[in-house]
């Protein structure tokens, strides 16, 4: 399915290129027309440029040896032309196609010289005066045309695997998005399930116990009002927990520093709040598209969490910078080293988000430290915001 | 005291508005968006603004820099700012100018009145007040060399609370001491943390951002 619609597209951005293809069929009549350009050298071009637009691959393999091929028949004919029996075979195959061609051009370059037709079974043979000249002119042509196509062949066959590691690239590349598509749904799914399942048992939960403490109090204002009062301080205190609740969740989805300051200073926030000493060091002259700001920021989030989890680092420095296209984040702790980034679940998550837009992360932590988390997507950095103050 | 609020929900500005009159303000203008509050608080120069930090029409900190910039121009204007959540970073931006009169908490703190209007008086008086919140984060943030690691327990402890806006009274109250034991105890904080005499307030600001700079 996925690679379906891929091809597909391809298919659609090629078109006007196949339009170009068939503009060549007049354009050589109309030279043929005018000025008697040799017929097969254009029909061979022609072809070659038609399947160039099919199959590139094949065009290349196929140009050289097209051209070898009607050298060789041309030198046959010449020695043919020398030797005053010049026939013209009506037999097919490619070779037979192209001499057909070239014969009839060089008849008319004969007839010009008051040569002479013989029509029989056989086809079309052609006799001059000066056959000799004739015969030179058209051997030396045709030499000239076996040379070129050598010449070609190393050069096609380049052209033939630049085109074949192309594809080979491309198809890579549309398993790579197939993948971590997949990776992305997956993932926004199961945030989702998680946002829905924290309302659920939290906010929403609170709200209905507030609601029953509420109706309850109604009852008791007159009757008791001392427990009335008891169970309106337990509701203000449910909807601050409430509240308490939401704003964690918030955090979780969209953190509101990085919402109302991009990364920068989002990175900045996550510093103060480490349970590590931490340093950063930012140099961001505009923000990342907003989805890899928050893909970066949970990135560094999970980075900094391993590291009070599992360095016993006493410093950390965390380094933003964004230079030739790339985004590159470096938090590196003083710890003990020896992480493994195969064994951490959270990390493995990161690195899935972050392919999402072609990032990668890297883990380097020789035993005894220091461990270095470099995190790298390439992206384009909007204009900073002018402020009004 | 005449204040401005700044919020862009009404519901919440209408019952802020309504929950201040009650308890004996002025409200002099409310305003919904980021640049009619820097030209309120320009122009009216009140004793105490109540600000949000996400207005419109950026919805980003809109409220915020609103309020530092009316800080630039007008030092040590009385700005009290309310947001959904608290961050140590722009409780740092707030208290930078060392001006005081600052004050930053959540929303949900204006449920206890008394607890918001005692800080709507503190911070009009030019006094501190940080939300417990963002106190409880830096007593979580681990120091090493900063002068704060010389304090005792109970001078953190005090110092804490003298953050979150409290006067000396509420802080022995809150720690079941006496009022003089909680002034030593300030004077004692003060000298470790090379603070020059001066008067109160100034120095109770000094300490808080000692605090948060450790």
């Known amino acids: 399915m996925d690679d379906m619609t891929i091809t597909s597209a391809a298919r659609v951005r090629r078109l006007p290129h196949l339009g170009w293809g068939a503009l060549l069929a007049p354009v050589m009549a109309l030279s043929l027309t005018l000025w008697g350009v040799h017929y097969s050298t254009l029909t ?19 140009l050289p040896i097209a051209l070898i091929n009607l050298g060789v028949h041309w030198v046959i004919w010449a020695v043919d032309l020398a030797k005053g029996n010049a026939t013209v075979p009506s037999g097919g195959g490619i070779g037979g196609l192209l001499t057909n061609f070239q014969s009839i051009a060089a008849t008319t370059q004969a007839t010009g010289n008051g040569a002479r037709f013989i029509i029989s079974e056989g086809g079309v043979a052609v006799t001059s005066p000066n056959m000799t000249s004739v015969a030179v002119i058209d051997a030396t042509a045709g030499l000239a045309l076996v040379l070129f196509g050598l010449w070609l062949v190393p050069r096609t ?3 033939h695997t630049g085109l074949v590691k192309h594809n080979s690239e491309l198809s890579h590349r549309v398993a790579k998005l197939t993948a971590t598509r997949i990776d992305a749904v997956d993932t926004a799914a199961l945030e989702l399930r998680r946002v829905e399942r924290d309302l659920h048992d939290g906010a929403q939960a609170r709200l209905v116990a507030l609601g029953i403490a509420l109706r309850a109090a109604e009852g008791l204002v007159r009757s008791n009002p001392d427990a009335a009062t008891a169970l309106l301080s337990e509701a203000r205190e449910n909807s601050a927990k409430a509240l308490a609740e939401l704003r964690d969740l918030v955090r979780g989805i969209n953190p509101p520093v990085l919402a109302e300051r991009g990364l920068g200073d989002a990175i900045a926030a996550l510093a103060l709040d480490a349970q590590v000493e931490t340093t950063v060091d930012i140099d961001l ?33 965390i380094s933003v910078t964004h230079s030739r296209g790339h985004l590159r984040i470096e938090v590196s702790d003083n710890g003990f080293g020896g992480a493994d980034p195969s064994l951490g679940s959270g990390l493995h998550g990161v690195e899935r988000r972050l392919g999402t837009f072609d990032g990668i992360l890297a883990v380097s932590s020789p035993p005894g430290g220091p461990t270095i988390v470099v995190i790298e997507v390439p992206c384009a950095l909007s204009s900073p915001k002018i402020s009004s103050y | 005291m005449r204040v401005v609020i700044a919020e862009d929900l009404f519901l919440l500005r209408e019952g802020l508005a309504s929950l201040i009159k009650q308890h004996g303000f002025d409200v002099a203008e409310t305003v919904d968006n980021g640049p009619s509050l820097l030209r309120a608080l320009l122009d009216q120069k009140p004793d105490i603004a109540v600000v949000d930090v996400r207005l419109p029409p950026s919805y980003s900190d809109e409220g915020l820099r609103a309020a530092l910039e009316a800080r630039r121009q007008v030092p040590g204007l009385p700005i009290l700012v309310l947001s959904q959540h608290v961050e140590q970073l722009y409780a740092r931006e707030l208290l930078a100018d060392q001006a005081g009169g600052v004050g930053y908490l959540l929303k949900d703190r204006v449920f206890t009145d008394e607890q ?22 830096l007593l979580a943030r681990p120091s090493n060399q900063q002068p704060v690691t010389r304090l005792t327990d109970r001078e953190r402890e005090v110092l804490a609370l003298m953050a979150e806006g409290r006067s000396n009274s509420a802080i022995a109250q809150r720690l079941f001491v006496s009022e003089k034991a909680v002034s030593k105890h300030c004077t004692s904080i003060f000298a470790k943390l090379d603070l020059p005499p001066s008067d109160d307030d100034n120095r109770r600001v000094l300490a808080v951002l000692a605090y948060l700079n450790s």
């Open chain 1, 285 to 317: 002259p505009g923000r990342p598209p907003a989805p890899v700001e928050s893909a970066v920021y949970f990135a560094v989030a999970e980075a900094l969490v391993n590291v009070v989890k599992h360095a016993h680092a006493t410093s950390v420095h």
């Open chain 2, 116 to 137: 918001f209007i005692d800080a709507l008086h503190t911070v009009a008086r030019g006094g501190t007040v940080m939300d417990p919140e963002v106190v409880a984060k």
């Open chain 1, 44 to 62: 061979v071009v022609f072809l070659a440029a038609t399947i160039w637009y099919v199959a590139p691959a094949v065009a290349a393999d196929l």
């Open chain 1, 157 to 159: 066959v380049g052209v």
